[in-house]
């Protein structure tokens, strides 16, 4: 198997890539992150890398904090992704995918624990609203053509119980055997709390540990 850390990008402590460099991607394992940057916005979509700890401060200021406060098991890097429609990674060699690991960045979990500006408080005022975040990961083969979707929730209020409730604030495991074969993943959240412009709630999640059935070395192109 390949374990997809991305603790072998080298980063400063506290700190994050976000893809200013114009590179339009990065590479851990033989696995090819990409990524969008506009120059002149100073923004940016898809994926970027992070060992921030920030699991505290609310707001678009700390977009680039995990929930968990580290990697998983405590390590130090591990992806974000600001969905604006999809993201997406692409393997060197078509492989079937174990899983992954996925949380709340520190943002998008505060937004909904608390409300703010623009997202409302997941719950609502009486804590009956049947909110929900998550996450959609669809399996594309080298040739383009889907596979599935596997759907994870980052949040969800829905039961009738109220104590059932949760927002996922530890590594969560994905289980995305079933997509079986693939060359590529792409992801998307949706949300409950939807306004005119979109989804309210911060469209972000954090990875890590995405693991490969094969041991890749080689770099996708």
């Known amino acids: ?13 506290e700190s994050f890539w976000n893809g200013s460099d114009g590179s339009g991607s990065f590479v ?6 990409f990524n969008e940057y506009n120059a ?6 898809g994926f970027a890398y992070s060992n921030k700890s920030d699991s505290i401060t609310p707001g678009y200021d700390n977009q680039y904090s995990a929930i968990t406060g580290k990697g998983f098991g405590g390590s130090g890097n591990y992806a974000v992704s600001y969905i604006f429609s999809s993201s997406r990674v692409r393997l060197s060699v078509p492989d079937s995918v174990p899983g992954l690991y996925i949380t709340n960045s520190t943002y998008a979990y505060m937004a909904m624990k608390y409300g703010d500006a ?13 909110d929900y975040f ?27 119980d109220p104590a059932k409730d949760y927002l ?24 409950s709390d939807v306004g005119t412009y979109g989804i309210n709630t911060p469209t972000y999640f954090c990875f890590d540990n995405l693991t490969l059935k094969k041991a890749i070395t080689s770099s996708a192109s």
């Open 1 to 13: 198997q390949t374990v997809v850390t991305l603790n072998e990008l080298n980063l400063p402590l």
């Open 40 to 45: 002149v916005w100073q923004s940016w979509s």
């Open 134 to 160: 998550r996450l959609l990961i669809s399996g594309f083969k080298a040739s383009g053509d889907s596979v599935g979707t596997v759907i994870s929730y980052l949040a969800d209020f829905r039961d009738t």
């Open 28 to 33: 851990s394992s033989g696995v090819t992150f």
């Open 118 to 130: 623009i997202s409302k408080k997941f719950g609502g005022a009486t804590g009956n609203d049947p």
């Open 168 to 191: 996922v604030k530890t590594w969560k495991w994905v289980d995305l055997k079933p997509l079986g074969e693939i060359q590529e993943l792409r992801f998307r959240l949706e949300s």
